[in-house]
């Protein structure tokens, strides 16, 4: 099965972003899947400033990004008692879950005893 990904490299410091079949560097993965922007418009953006502004570009957009996450993170590291609440419910039900998981083997391998 073939995928048709884009594919990103660069001649003598000219950008090209050009579609076939190819790997994509990791940097335009995130920055596609942060912006949702297109592949021409990013080439565009881009220019003949080579790696460094994509580079650039993915900083910016990573940190945009991630900036609500940011925020909540902050927020919920003021109520250390709240997170230690939520690891608590957390680990009581995957506790009951691995429970349940571990009579099914136990059983499925006639090991109940």
């Given at each position: ?13 000219k950008?090209a ?12 993965c ?84």
């Amino acid at each position: 099965m073939f995928f048709l990904w884009h594919t990103f490299f660069f001649v003598k410091q000219k950008t090209a972003y050009e579609f076939e079949y190819g790997l994509v560097g990791s940097e335009m993965c995130i920055r596609d899947s942060c912006t949702g922007t297109s592949p021409e418009a990013l080439a565009e953006e881009i220019g003949d400033k080579g790696a460094s502004r994509l580079k650039a570009i993915l900083t910016e957009s990573l940190n945009e990004y991630l900036l609500p996450l940011r925020r909540k993170r902050r927020q919920l590291e003021k109520d250390p008692e709240h997170i230690r609440n939520v690891l608590m419910k957390g680990i009581e039900r995957a506790r009951k879950i691995a429970e349940e998981t571990l009579v099914e083997v136990r059983r499925a391998m006639g090991m109940e005893y």
